[in-house]
């Protein structure tokens, strides 16, 4: 028997802190919050996707009264930005959420699922894809998304 251990190293930001390149990704994250579409939670999450040509993509949460059919603001954004610039890598992602009139103080996590598709994009292109969570607070900036899921499933999976 062997115990093993898997550890990742992000950084946390006070919202003071945050370097100001991140602003305007963080920002457009936030202001995605508006247009989410959270009838049933009242739970809105905003995303921001910069690719490396520099354009910046947003996407949020889009419920519908049938749960399993809507969807989160990190896979909106990322497969949009996939769809319309299928050979541009993607840099940086962040998301924010919004609820009870106000941003979280701490930052939010994906969902597995959208943990998976943010890996498949970075293992996409071969790239790190910085990951921002954004709390009022307090930040998080993980210098890639594999760490979010050290137990994946991927293309290598499916070969024989």
């Known amino acids: 028997m062997n115990i093993l251990t898997n550890e990742f190293k992000y950084t946390e930001y006070k919202t003071s802190e945050i370097p100001e390149k991140y602003t305007e990704i963080i920002e457009e994250a936030k202001s995605q919050t508006k247009n989410a579409y959270a009838e049933y939670s009242n739970f809105r999450v905003g995303a921001a996707v910069l690719l490396k040509n520099g354009i910046i993509i947003g996407g949020n949460n889009q419920e519908n009264a049938a749960f399993p059919s809507g969807l989160c603001a990190e896979r909106t954004a990322v497969f949009y930005a996939n769809s319309q610039y299928p050979d541009v890598p993607v ?70």
């Open 91 to 160: 840099k940086t992602i962040a998301i924010a959420a919004f609820t009870n009139g106000d941003f979280l103080k701490d930052p939010i996590s994906p969902c597995g699922g959208c943990r998976q598709v943010l890996l498949e994009t970075e293992n996409r292109f071969g790239k790190d894809i910085e990951f921002i969570m954004y709390g009022t607070e307090k930040t998080y900036i993980l210098s890639n998304v594999r760490s979010l899921l050290p137990f994946s499933f991927g293309k290598e999976n499916l070969e024989k």
